[in-house]
């Protein structure tokens, strides 16, 4: 079973058509218990860091999703709410990953939205996609280059654009609408 976690943080519609488009019936949900039980799960999210993570700490979210051991692949938002901290409202994150999410600098146009490449591809995440290919992203906060890098992007300076520690996946751009190389990452992590 693959579990989207409903959180009342946006997009989970798209999220759930592309893996129908894979033919696999996601379940949208905010049920601790099947959350559990879900062979793997997608931690999605737009907007804002604070009324994400109010919802998440209302639910008994924030402290189930660390303690996941399936596999886990964190989202945009998700992604940033999986760091210790982001500077987008100044607020604590989930801190699965002991990362910092930054700002983008006001020289730069932001939110960056559109198409941009991935490159420094590593995992089995990541498999059978080219190095440089091009993935769907919006944001204005991003996460510096790190070690648990498995992804990186330029816009303005080089971040990491997907991320990995254990049984935890996040990227920051849109597998569900970025073409076929999103749809090859989303069959790479349902194959995990």
């Not at 039980?37 to 907007?47: E, L």
């Not at 006001?106 to 190095?131: A, C, F, M």
């Amino acid at each position: 079973m693959i579990v989207i976690v409903d959180y009342g943080a946006g997009n989970i519609q798209s999220v759930k058509f592309a893996f129908e488009r894979l033919g696999v019936d996601a379940v949208l949900t905010s049920d601790v218990e099947v959350i559990k039980k879900a062979d793997k799960v997608i931690f999605p999210g737009v907007g804002r860091a604070e009324s994400a993570m109010v919802k998440l700490k209302a639910t008994g979210l924030d402290k189930l999703i660390p303690a996941l051991k399936q596999p886990v692949l964190g989202v945009c938002l998700g992604m940033q709410l999986m760091c210790k901290h982001t500077a987008e409202d100044n607020i604590n994150g989930l801190d699965i990953f002991p990362l910092e999410v930054k700002e983008f600098p006001k020289t730069l146009k932001v939110p960056q939205i559109g198409w941009n490449q991935i490159s420094e591809l590593k995992t089995d995440l990541l498999k059978d996609v080219k190095e440089d290919s091009f993935v769907y992203f919006v944001h204005s906060f991003y996460v510096p280059d790190n070690s648990f890098s498995i992804a990186s992007t330029n816009y303005g300076m080089k971040y990491s654009s997907a991320i990995k520690k254990d049984n935890f996946y996040a990227t920051q751009f849109h597998p569900e609408k970025s073409g076929s190389i999103g749809e090859q990452i989303l069959k790479n992590f349902l194959a995990i």
